[in-house]
């Protein structure tokens, strides 16, 4: 993009001031100013003028999930139908791991993080042996795409090369960064982080699948012929991937997207709830769930709002191809987001002053037809890691892995 390119893309959106400083660029400097003005979708900053639109909710009615006793009834055929697909080739995994491991005290990204005591067990590692499980059961190896982000792709890749992948096999490990988008103040001008360049943040989990498809990786998944990704957050340790029971479990009910659930241990617990909303499958957040909802009951008298989303899901990579073909639905968050003052020295702000825009997985659930909430044993499939001590910690995490039979 040349300079006048710039220009005149800025001037149609109002953003002409993040070129303020461009004349105190280097040459060098001022072209990676250009290449990501060219690359930054500044269409998602009119979103600002009607924020309070985008977060209606609709109509919200109960979705009933499968349940464990149903689940192990079906067991064997379900595992033999998942067992099927993956020897096909038919399933992927999706790893987002853009995160970095501050809130634990560390500077690396979140799968480095080491959760051993007496030896070394980094967060990837037991992801990975969790789904050489499954490579071992299907005796065939699983496409694992990984994405992180600009602040951990050459650490995340540096790692897992010298780790040697923890024993996976190179070739069906492809990694993709996540795109970032824009951060502004709350006239919606975007912040400058330096002279020369943009303050972005990651387009949300839900934009996982649009950078997939941006980094070129579909080629690999129309190649390998795959049909389903399971698609899995970092920090879930216990988590099962490429679950031959669960694959097979959201083929034979003919839905297109399962979801993995697990009954929540109280009524406020801080997770998302799968339902309907507006008779189409979707995801209450913990914070939108009003005191009604969350007593509710349904006609057996159980919590009609009781299962709680795990990010872990199994999606339809058609319907997915349909989704990234239209648009998908914004959200607006306050953040504290570190930039240049007037006078252009940098500040780190210690109360939200802007806005960060992301999609959300919650949303590509919502603009599915049929989803298979999938229930799953708390204790041996969701120990997250959020923060170091207290709950869904290292702590709690460590305590559930040696639950689980895991040395560390």
């Known amino acids: 993009m040349t300079l006048e390119q710039a220009k005149e893309k800025l ?6 001031h993040v070129l303020k400083y461009y004349e105190e660029l280097s040459e060098t400097e001022k072209q990676t100013l250009l290449d990501q003005i060219e690359a930054t979708d500044m269409s998602i900053l009119e979103a600002c003028k009607h924020k309070g639109d985008l977060a209606k909710k609709g109509v919200i009615t109960p979705l009933a999930a499968m349940q464990l006793n149903e689940i192990e009834a079906n067991r064997d055929s379900f595992t033999e139908t998942g067992l099927a697909a993956i ?28 959760v051993g005591l007496t030896r070394e067990l980094y967060i990837f590692e037991c992801l990975i042996n969790n789904l050489m499980d499954v490579v071992r059961q299907a005796d065939t190896w699983i496409h694992l795409f990984v994405m992180t982000s600009d602040k951990n792709h050459e650490s995340t890749t540096r790692f897992l090369q010298e780790k040697k992948f923890f024993g996976y096999q190179p070739e069906y490990v492809h990694f993709f960064k996540q795109e970032m988008a824009a951060a502004t103040n709350y006239e919606g001008k975007i912040y400058l982080e330096e002279k020369g360049k943009l303050s972005t943040s990651p387009n949300g989990n839900g934009g996982w699948f649009v950078s997939m498809k941006n980094s070129g990786l579909l080629d690999v998944v129309h190649r390998a012929g795959i049909e389903w990704l399971n698609v899995f957050a970092v920090d879930n340790v216990l988590q099962r991937i490429a679950d031959p029971c669960f694959v097979g479990a959201t083929i034979q009910k003919e839905c297109v997207v399962g979801a993995k659930v697990v009954r929540k241990n109280a009524p406020d617990e801080k997770v998302g709830v ?17 005191d009604e909802l969350m007593n509710a009951r349904d006609e057996n008298g159980d919590p009609a709002y009781y299962f709680g989303v795990i990010l872990n899901y199994l999606f339809k990579v058609s319907d997915l191809e349909k989704l990234a073909a239209g648009n998908m639905p914004l959200h607006i968050v306050e953040k504290k987001i570190p930039c240049l003052d007037e006078q252009g020295d940098p500040i780190k702000p210690e109360e939200p002053n802007g806005y960060k825009f992301e999609n959300l997985v919650l949303d590509m659930i919502h603009q599915m037809d049929s989803c298979l909430p999938f229930e799953v044993v708390r204790n041996k499939e969701f120990a997250p890691i959020k923060n170091k001590t207290g709950v869904d910690s290292v702590e ?13």
Not at 11 to 16: I, L, R
Not at 91 to 107: E, N
Not at 396 to 408: K, P
């Open 11 to 16: 001037a149609k959106y109002g953003q002409e």
């Open 87 to 114: 020897r096909a080739g038919k399933v992927g995994a999706v790893l987002l791991a853009g995160g970095m491991g501050t809130r634990l005290g560390s500077d690396d990204p979140k799968g480095m993080y080491n």
């Open 274 to 290: 799968i339902c309907l909303e507006d008779g189409r499958p979707s995801i209450v957040e913990y914070y939108e769930l009003t």
């Open 396 to 408: 709690s995490a460590r305590a559930l892995l040696q639950e689980n039979g895991v040395v560390l």
